[in-house]
Every structure is written in C-alpha cells, then in structure tokens.
C-alpha cells in the first residue's frame, strides 16, 4: 500500500515536511520522542513512511536541522489549537475619551469619573479631553484644575501616561491602569 506524502504539491509556509527537506543530514526524533541521532534524510524519510507517517522539520536553524517523525495533520492541528488559547488570552486595551468642560457642575462631574473608573478597572485607557470656547480660553488652569481633580479621584486604579499636553482649544490628559490591577 503505497502512500502519497502529505502537505500537497507544495511546502507548508513554516515546516517543511517529507520531500521538501532538503539538506543531506538530519537530527532525528522518532515519533515517541526518542532521539535516534544523526541519519541521512532519505533514511529518516523511509522510516517515517514505513510507520505511515510524516518527517517534519521541527527546527531547521539547528546544524543538523532536526526532524520528527509526526503526523502532520495532528500535529498543524494542535499548533493552530495553541495559537487560539494564546489570541483568546490576550487583552486589548484601547483608548476611551472622556470631554470635560471647565464649567461642569459637581455631580456632572462625579458621573464622568464613574464611568472614568469602569473604562480603567475594565483594562482601558482613559484620555481625559477639556475643551474650551470663547473667553473660557483665557483660564485654561480652571480645566487643568478639573483635570488634576479627576487624577486624584482615581489614582487608587490608574496612573497618568505622560503630561498634561494642550493642543489649541483642548487640553489632554491621558491616564492608564495601575500595573499591580492586571
């Protein structure tokens, strides 16, 4: 029963496997996970035939690159596995803007802390954006005030990223979770 290689006409894109290596000698690992040595790779291929299965070079920057003897099918399924528990443990942050203007009332101002506070406990970042217009531009501290307020309302889960920076008629400041809430 003669047995096409797997892996198709062409090489797979990170491992080469059966007739796509092509270097004279391999470091071969038999499909139990013992080391058999160095081998010819027409040698290590026919064993790996014999046992209807594939010779996958796991790590070809070693000299001699070593190869296992696998089935590859399983073995590309439980790597694509891998990477999706790794994408699902992963956390994106991304960045939440609050405005505020200078002349907010105090319970305007306690709703937009509130909700300052659920963006960081929930891992994001917060950029916190006063606005001005008119004459509220000559008294830009009275924002930078609001703004420093709503820093220290916080400052038990968040960290200011940088400074206070103002670009025209807003006045930025971006504030990021403590490293020990993570």
């Given at each position: 029963m003669s047995r096409l290689p797997r892996g198709g006409a062409v090489e797979n894109r990170r491992f080469r496997i059966n007739q796509f290596i092509r270097v004279p000698e391999v470091r071969l690992v038999d499909s139990d996970g013992t080391m058999v040595g160095i081998v010819k790779t027409s040698e290590a291929l026919a064993k790996a035939q014999a046992k209807e299965?594939?010779?996958v070079e796991i790590s070809p920057?070693?000299?001699p690159p070593v190869c296992k003897i696998i089935n590859f099918s399983k073995f590309k399924y439980d790597m694509e596995k891998k990477e999706?528990?790794?994408k699902k443990k992963q956390k994106i942050?991304?960045?939440?803007?609050i405005r505020i203007r200078p002349r907010i009332c105090e319970h305007d101002l306690e709703v937009k802390i509130k909700r300052a506070r659920e963006f960081i406990t929930g891992g994001d970042k917060v950029q916190l954006t006063a606005m001005f217009s008119g004459r509220e531009m000559q008294h830009k501290d009275l924002g930078i005030k609001i703004m420093n307020k709503?820093?220290?309302?916080?400052?038990?889960?968040?960290?200011?990223e940088g400074r206070t920076s103002s670009m025209g008629t807003r006045v930025f400041m971006t504030l990021i979770p403590k490293r020990n809430l993570k």
């Open positions: 299965l594939d010779l920057q070693a000299n999706k528990e790794a942050s991304h960045l939440k803007e709503i820093k220290e309302s916080l400052i038990d889960v968040a960290e200011p």
